[in-house]
C-alpha cells in the first residue's frame, strides 16, 4: 500500500506496551459503550450489548488502534474487514477496511535500529542506495527499496520489531474485545480455529520460510512465461529481513478498462495458476488480496507476490478436493455428501437443512467449472448468491461449525479470484482446467 497514505508511528515492541495499547482501547471501547447505552437510554429504547459496541466511533477506536499496533492485531483486523464484511454493521465494515489501505510505518530511528540488529552497524555498505522512505507499508512489514553493489534493484522487506512474539498475546486480546459483541461464539472449535490462526501468523512472520516458498514456487513456475516472481538474495535474508529483486508491473484491478482479451488473458492465468498450485504442486499461496498481484502489460506477464501464507496440501486432501469437483460438476449430492463429512465441512451432528445449503455452496462455487463456454465472471450473480447462503448459515442460531483450516484458506483463495474476476470482468475457459485437475 501507498506510505504517501500512511502515518509514520512507533511500533509497540513488548508485551506490556502491546498490552498497555489493548488496555486502553477496551477502556475507551467501554466508555463509548456506556455513552451510547446512556444515549439510548434517555430516548426510551433498550439497547442490547452488540448495539452499543457497534458504533462508527468505537469502530474507529478499534481501527485506529490496530492500525497502531500493527502484526496479528492488525491483520486480524483485516481479515474480519475482508471476511466477514456482509455479517457487520455497514458503519463497522467501511471503518475496519481503513486497515486494508492506512498501514502506519515505522519511525526512521526505529527502522535503523531494525537495520542495525540484522545487517550490522555498517549495514550502509552493502548497498549502493537504500531509501528510507518505505514503498509500501502493510500489517506484518514494510517494503523498501534499494540498489545491491552490484547494480541490481531490490526490494527489502522489514519487519516491525516485536510482531513475531507479540502474536499469541494479540490474537486473544483482539478475539476479546471481538467476543464482547456476540459475533464470535464460545465454542471449542472457534478456539481451535484460533490456534491455528496463530501458527498460520507465525509462518507469516517468519521471512525465512517465506524466502523458501517464493523459491519453491520459482522453480515449480519456471518456463511458465505469463508469471514473473521476485528472487530472493540469501546473503541479505535474515528471519526480519526479505531481500528481493524488484520486480515491475502495476497493480493488477488497475486493469478493469484493458481489452476484454487483455483482461481474459489475466483471469484465464490466474486461476491456471490456482489450479496448478492445488493439483500439481501441492502447495498454494492462500492470501487473495489484490496487492499480492501486479501486471505488466508490455509483457502481458502477471507478478506474483507475498508468499508467506502460502500452504502445504496433501497428497490425500488434493485428492478430495479432486473428487469434490468431480461431484460438483455432475451435481450428485450423495457424493457431496459423503465427501464433505471427509473434508470436514460439516458433521453428522449439523442439521440436514444446513448440509444441504452447504451443497448448494459447493455446486455453485463450481459453477463456472460446469458452464459449458467461458465464464463470464461480471455478468452473473455468483457472488451474491454466495454472500446470501454464507449469511443463511452465518445467521443460523444452530450452525456453527468450523471447516478445516486448509479448506477455510482455500475457499478464501477462490472467493478472491472471483471477487478479482468480477471485478475485471473477465471470462475465464475452465474445459481445459477441469481436464487438467480430473484427468480427463
Wanted: net charge neutral; charged share 25%; hydrophobic share 40%.
Amino acid at each position: 500500500m501507498d506510505p504517501k497514505n500512511s502515518r509514520e508511528s512507533a511500533v509497540p515492541q513488548t508485551r506490556l506496551g502491546r498490552l498497555t495499547r489493548m488496555t486502553g482501547l477496551a477502556t475507551r471501547v467501554a466508555g463509548g459503550m456506556l455513552a451510547e447505552g446512556a444515549r439510548r437510554l434517555a430516548r426510551g429504547e433498550r439497547p442490547k450489548l452488540s448495539d452499543m459496541l457497534l458504533t462508527p466511533a468505537n469502530a474507529r477506536r478499534v481501527a485506529d488502534q490496530l492500525a497502531r499496533l500493527r502484526g496479528a492485531a492488525m491483520k486480524l483486523g483485516q481479515l474480519l474487514s475482508m471476511d466477514a464484511g456482509d455479517l457487520l454493521p455497514p458503519e463497522l465494515a467501511e471503518i475496519l477496511a481503513r486497515l486494508r489501505s492506512d498501514a502506519q510505518y515505522m519511525p526512521q530511528a526505529q527502522l535503523e535500529q531494525v537495520l542495525k540488529n540484522n545487517w550490522g552497524p555498517d549495514w550502509r555498505s552493502k548497498f549502493q542506495s537504500f531509501s528510507m522512505q518505505p514503498m509500501a507499508a502493510a500489517s506484518i512489514g514494510q517494503v523498501h527499496a534499494a540498489t545491491a553493489l552490484d547494480g541490481t534493484e531490490l526490494a527489502i522487506k522489514v519487519q516491525y520489531p516485536g510482531v513475531r512474539t507479540s502474536i499469541d498475546s494479540d490474537v486473544d486480546n483482539v478475539v476479546s474485545l471481538l467476543s464482547m459483541s456476540g459475533l464470535i461464539p464460545d465454542t471449542a472449535q472457534i478456539k481451535r480455529l484460533l490456534v491455528e490462526c496463530k501458527r498460520q501468523l507465525h509462518e507469516e512472520a517468519d521471512y525465512t520460510r517465506e524466502a523458501e516458498c517464493l523459491a519453491r514456487f520459482a522453480q515449480h513456475l519456471e518456463g511458465i512465461p505469463c508469471f514473473v516472481l521476485p528472487r530472493v538474495r540469501p546473503e541479505l535474508s535474515t528471519q526480519d529481513i526479505l531481500a528481493m529483486t524488484r520486480v515491475g508491473g502495476l497493480p493488477i484491478e488497475q486493469f478493469s478498462a484493458a481489452s476484454q482479451e487483455e483482461r481474459d488473458h489475466i483471469v484465464n492465468s490466474l486461476f491456471h495458476l490456482l489450479f496448478i498450485e492445488v493439483f500439481e504442486l501441492g502447495w498454494v499461496q492462500t492470501d487473495p488480496n489484490f496487492a499480492n498481484f501486479r501486471y505488466d502489460p508490455d509483457t502481458r506477464q502477471i507478478i506474483l507476490l507475498d508468499f508467506g501464507a502460502a500452504r502445504p496440501y496433501a497428497p490425500e486432501r488434493v485428492a478430495l478436493y479432486r473428487q469434490i469437483l468431480d461431484a460438483a460438476i455432475r451435481k450428485n449430492r450423495y457424493d457431496l455428501h459423503a465427501l464433505s463429512l471427509q473434508i470436514g465441512y460439516y458433521d453428522e451432528l449439523v442439521a440436514k437443512q444446513h448440509q444441504n445449503t452447504i451443497h448448494d455452496m459447493i455446486i455453485a462455487a463450481c459453477e463456472p467449472a460446469y458452464w459449458g463456454e467461458p465464464y463470464p465472471f461480471g455478468q452473473t450473480d455468483l457472488a451474491e448468491r454466495m454472500r446470501d447462503w454464507g449469511l443463511e448459515l452465518g445467521m443460523a442460531g444452530d450452525f456453527w461449525h468450523v471447516p478445516p483450516v486448509d479448506s477455510l484458506m482455500l475457499q478464501r483463495k477462490l472467493a478472491g479470484l472471483y471477487l478479482l474476476s468480477a471485478r475485471l470482468k473477465g471470462r475465464v475457459d475452465f474445459a481445459p482446467l477441469v481436464t487438467m485437475a480430473l484427468g480427463r
